[in-house]
């Protein structure tokens, strides 16, 4: 059974930074492509960045371009997000996903490309 489990939200001012954590368990990481997405309340889930399993290639929703960036480690099981110049506008549940990927070149920008799912951790940013 394959668990993934996000920490590192919290409430942040306005031009602060967090970095979030997701720790996966059951599976073959490294045959995962991994992303984050987020969802404020009354909204739809977005996409925001995608890794494939090297952690060679990455993208990003235009929204976080330049202030968020995604990374793994393959030995520690676990994905990031470094979360810079935050804006209020990014307050919302993050939640880490993971599928495999049967291309070392692939990378899922869709929620529906994704099995795997965590729990989400809140971030808030305050203006």
């Known amino acids: 059974q394959v668990q993934l489990v996000e920490s590192g939200g919290g409430l942040v001012q306005a031009g602060g930074s967090l970095r979030l954590s997701c720790a996966v368990s059951g599976g073959i990481f490294s045959s995962y492509a991994m992303g984050w997405f987020r969802q404020a309340p009354g909204k739809e889930r977005d996409f925001v960045s995608a890794?494939?399993?090297?952690?060679?290639?990455?993208t990003y929703a235009d929204s976080v371009k330049g202030r968020l960036t995604i990374s793994r480690d393959n030995t520690k099981n676990t994905v990031y997000l470094q979360m810079n110049s935050l804006k209020p506008e990014d307050t919302a549940v993050y939640y880490c996903?993971?599928?495999?990927?049967?291309?070392?070149?692939?990378?899922?920008?869709?929620?529906?490309?994704?099995?795997?799912w965590g729990q989400g951790t809140q971030v808030t940013v305050s203006s």
């Open positions: 890794i494939n399993r090297r952690g060679d290639s990455t």
């Open positions: 996903a993971g599928d495999v990927a049967f291309s070392p070149n692939t990378i899922k920008v869709l929620t529906t490309q994704y099995d795997y």
